[in-house]
């Protein structure tokens, strides 16, 4: 598909202080690495200002993880590696900043659904009510099934995985259907991300699934192209979703919980040297912590607001909705030659 021009001339042009400080960088004598690009000597770090970008608001926690990222990458370089921030997608849609991080316009950002049509194991993480919480999910995030993970998408997609971030525990909200079992979804016209396995078990789940990119999701609510959703309860606070439905599914049982892979263009990632590795993946491995605690929190303190807002929250049958998609997991980890990522998920569930 090809992106919009407009997009792709702002996030060149985002881009291009990476190679202005190429040009203008330190050392040029014998003993710099060429390899680096900026003119550091080999195993020192040298002068770069990385490009992050992710389609969230200032107000969603992956914004704290990112700034968290630049403050403590800064320190840790000693000012020689610096970090612009473009949230809200103001350099286009999830797909339009992966395809800018290959490119090299932009160098890092955070995969969901759109990832998957590069790096197809993705879509194991879309697969809903798999992953029961974000408990559940760290424990995903420090085990080798992360290893695992990281290790496809670079193979199949070329890009670097240097850390996971949370997007919450994701319930389904509704208009005028209350959900407590798998046979209540039939017919819903459900927003999903851009994902060929969400939209697969939404539609064995009975729902009409429909895509919609993340920012207008209000609008489409508000008009009946959709009659719900099924975002984090961060993002219904954030969006004041709870003021058009009047249904939501209880936290105890997440829809999604899936661990989001921070990304680099793995190609970008090799160009680096060994000191300057260290200290990205040094000060990401910090803001990534702080960034999936921050969630926990935050996604607490929206639960509770939305809550006593007036909204009826349901209990679901957990048991009856994996019951219906056990199938549709083992068929998908099969196609992606994923049943030991598969079983490792369910072995951390505890």
């Known amino acids: 598909m090809r992106r919009n021009l407009a997009t792709r001339m702002v996030a060149l042009a985002a881009g291009a202080s990476l190679a202005l400080a190429a040009c203008s960088g330190g ?102 009510f798999l992953i029961k919480n974000q408990d559940h999910m760290n424990a995903i995030v420090d085990s080798p099934v992360a290893d695992m993970l990281a290790d496809r998408i670079r193979e199949e997609g070329g890009y670097e995985v240097v850390a996971w971030f949370s997007t919450g525990d994701s319930s389904i909200q509704t208009v005028d259907t209350p959900i407590e079992k798998p046979e209540d979804l039939n017919g819903l016209k459900l927003r999903s991300i851009e994902n060929a396995a969400l939209a697969d078990a939404l539609s064995t789940l009975g729902a009409n699934p429909t895509p919609m990119p993340y920012g207008e999701v209000y609008t489409g609510v508000q008009t009946g192209v959709i009659e719900g959703a099924t975002l984090d309860w961060g993002s219904v606070r954030s969006m004041r979703l709870h003021e058009l439905v009047n249904y939501v599914t209880t936290p105890d049982q997440a829809f999604l919980a899936e661990p989001r892979p921070v990304i680099m263009s793995a190609a970008f990632w090799e160009s680096l040297n060994d000191a300057e590795r260290a200290v990205i993946q ?24 939305i809550a006593a807002s007036g909204v009826t929250v349901t209990e679901i049958d957990g048991q009856a909705f994996e019951q219906v998609l056990q199938p549709v997991w083992d068929k998908w980890a099969a196609e992606l030659g994923a049943e030991e990522i598969l079983a490792g998920i369910l072995d951390t569930r505890g």
């Open 27 to 128: 050392s040029t004598s014998a003993e710099a690495d060429p390899s680096t690009g900026n003119g550091a000597a080999a195993g020192e770090v040298g002068e770069r200002e990385l490009v992050f970008a992710y389609i969230t608001a200032e107000t969603f926690p992956y914004h704290d993880g990112a700034t968290k990222f630049a403050e403590l990458v800064e320190e840790k370089s000693e000012g020689k590696i610096t970090v612009k921030l473009y949230p809200g997608g103001q350099l286009g849609q999830e797909r339009d900043i992966n395809e800018s991080i290959l490119d090299g316009s932009v160098h890092i950002g955070i995969g969901a659904g759109a990832l998957a049509t590069v790096a197809p194991i993705v879509n194991i993480l879309e697969l809903p």
């Open 282 to 305: 040094e000060a990401m491995d910090e803001a990534a912590a702080f960034e999936r605690d921050l969630f926990k929190q935050r996604q607490k303190e929206a639960y509770e607001e």
